[in-house]
């Protein structure tokens, strides 16, 4: 089945086809005669030996061009130049028959030295070309040395086990450096090739076959120069069925398949950090060789040449090693001062090295200001077109900022939509100036402002001064001062005052104290009665809690249900109010049996999974009819509920809960989300119906919404009746129900009158 092109989606790579397969099982075949030729001993059995080998080798160096064709061109290379080397490897084994039935029974002359060392070098360079490779000049150097520490490592040692006659035996001297040359040049293959085989990612299949190769090489290698200095080799013998089994392993691994993308990954950057094990490799064969140096002194009294040189090798290649280990450390270490002090999608300075600079400069007693800057509605960006299109926002605030700052101070991007700007010294931009021109900067152009991704800034300033005692006092005081730029309206600066500080610290421990009042039984609550304008009849009544604070007396839920909202504190006051105002309806309801009570419920609760069972636990628990109980919503929550939202809705509907919008005419009014929402009842806002009698539009805005609720089948509730004249217009345009001082204050729930007198005010 032909594979994804990992280069070109959708186009396939073709397999290796018939002809290549019958290729492998050709070679195997030429293998298979080769070592029953060897092994019985038949006439010509070096003739057969050296022509079996040239053969695999270049069936190899065929099959790796095939392979170069089927794999992507970032691959290519890699099998050029093994097909290089299986040529070079042809071609030497070529030359040395030719030389070798001439007359030369073991021809180790320089020209076959250099062809077949020529195909080492280029086997070496196609082992750095896998994707798993090191990208980098110095991760090559390194993991080259890494091969090169390991290969004369293995000097001393194979001196001392295995060739230590080479120096009694009477062999031309290319045969003598070779002899210790070709082992260790596959054992340095064969390090590099384990250092690159993937570490920290899935290993290239191809791989493995071609590391079984260097393995088999390198031990015959080492087994043929000791079966000559032992004068027990002659050529024929079967250690020759080594090397065409080598090339047979390297044709093999031409028949996997291209690896598949790294999605992600950058092909200028090092690859994963290596095991303990592979860090080691390298070092572990020098302990080995200091013993086999130890060891050759103590039994000879002297050190052989080889080993005196090679060790000098070692010795030089080790402070090589260790130098660009160094360095690499070096540049990790910047890497990660720069990983730990900037922020990694703006490339501004983050919070760690901004509070750095703050005590830096706080310490120089040079004048200070800090300006805090927070995105306003940064949310709804990521909510409505993604986290992508959030930071591409943020990156492009960030380039404005830096921009409008210029040299005049220090930007920084503090975490999520909060940025700092840091002056200090002598300035000559004040901190006003500054954040007017960061405000401009920041100001959306007309398509971002068309498009709604472009969201305003409020900014906070404080300047250093003897009330601070440290950089947090200072940022502290830059946070008061932000907020109450967003109170003032967003898009604004503010700077920080010691009113402002005042404020802020009544404000935390209002909010301390509010975490106690559910706790401590200082929540109560209050009912306005809502009454049928036909009748004058109270027939209903809404829910709302106040605060008897120990220290500030009853406070409205004006001055506190804003700091619930924003800690989360509201959810455990609205699950309280919802229980006690089922209680209380349940007792009000033997003496009204028709009566019922409406209690507002935050948006946040909206999107709690327990809202149901909250509601449900409260009215089974006061025995209270789900039919008795109104939840007031607001507009604006509402119209930001997704479908969840809207199906938790539709269960309260259908276990007989109403619902209904409170605050009418203020949000996003649109017949489209009346349709979606299960309401029950419209509760017209109070800033219309208190225009009522002296503004022409108000009148037509609640008769508009009269009827309008009349052809959804809603009930209508006009808030905010306080006169006479609004009563009167309300009910000439039809509203069935009003709320309001009109009708009564709040109060206890028994206290409120059977009827209500719609005559005169109450």
Known sequence: MPVPSPNRPGLPVPSPNRPARLGLWLAGVVLLVEAGWLVAGLPQAALASDLGAVVVAGWAAVACLGAARRHPPSLRRFWWLLAATMVLSGVGRSIWTVQRLIGDTLPHTPLIGAIFTAGIVTGTAALFLPRSAPRTGLGRARTLLDGV???????????????????????????????????????????????????????????????????????????????????????????????????LLIGAATRHPPPPDDDGADEATEPPLSARWRVALPYLPVGGAIVAVVLSRRSTGQTPEVIFYGMMALLGALALRQGLAANEILRLVGRLRRLAYRDQLTGLPNRLLFNKRLRQALRRESPVAVLLLDLDGFKQVNDRFGHAAGDTLLTNIAARMRAAVDADATVARLGGDEFAVLLDGDRSTPPELLAERLLVALRPSVGEEEAGVHPSASIGIAEYGPQHASHTDL????????????????????????????????????????????????????????????????????????????????????????????????????????????????????????????????????????????????????????????????????????????????????????????????????????????????????????????????????????????????????????????????????????????????????????????????
């Open 149 to 247: 520490i390991v290969g004369l490592a293995l000097i001393p040692i194979g001196w001392i086990v295995v060739y230590g006659d080479i120096a009694e035996a009477d062999l031309a001297y290319p045969l003598r450096i070779l002899g210790l040359a070709y082992p260790v040049l596959d054992l340095m293959q064969l390090t590099i090739l384990v250092a690159v085989a993937g570490p920290g990612r899935p290993m290239w299949r191809p791989l493995p076959w071609i590391g079984v190769s260097l393995a088999v090489r390198g031990m015959a290698d080492a087994l043929y120069v000791w079966l000559v200095t032992q004068g027990s080799y002659a050529p024929g013998h079967p250690i020759d069925l080594c090397w065409p089994l080598s090339y």
């Open 475 to 762: 940022l502290r005081d830059a946070d008061i001062a932000m907020y109450a730029a967003k109170a003032a309206g967003k898009s604004a600066y503010r700077t920080c005052t010691s009113t402002l500080r005042e404020s802020a610290v009544s404000r935390a421990e209002l909010i301390a104290e509010l975490r106690r009042a559910v706790d401590e039984n200082q929540l109560c609550l209050e009912f306005q009665p809502i009454v049928d304008l036909a009748t004058g009849t109270v027939g209903s009544a809404e829910a709302l809690v106040r605060w008897r604070h120990p220290r500030l007396g009853m406070l409205p839920p004006a001055r506190f249900l804003p700091l619930a909202e924003e800690t989360g504190l509201i959810l455990p006051i609205d699950r309280w109010v919802i229980h006690e105002a089922c209680r209380a309806a349940a007792a009000w309801r033997g003496r009204a049996p028709q009566a019922t009570v409406a209690v507002n419920i935050a948006a946040a609760h909206l999107h709690r999974s327990d809202l149901i069972a909250t509601v449900t636990d409260a009215t089974a628990r006061a025995g209270l009819a789900p039919g008795a109980l109104t939840l007031e919503l607001t507009e604006s929550a509402l119209i930001e509920g997704s479908e969840v939202v809207l199906d938790r809705l539709r269960q309260l509907r259908e276990l007989g809960i109403r619902i209904a919008i409170d605050d009418f005419g203020t949000g996003y009014s649109s017949l489209s989300y009346l349709h979606r929402i299960p309401a029950t009842e419209l509760k017209i806002d109070r800033s219309f119906v208190t225009r009522l009698g002296e503004d022409d539009r108000a009148y037509a805005t609640v008769e508009m919404v009269t009827r309008l609720a009349g052809a959804f089948d809603l009930a209508v509730v006009a808030e905010g009746v306080e006169t006479e004249r609004q009563h009167t217009a309300v009910a000439a345009i039809g509203c069935a129900h009003g709320q309001g001082y009109r009708y009564g204050r709040p109060g206890e729930l028994p206290d409120l009158r059977g009827r209500t007198g719609v005559g005169s005010p109450a």
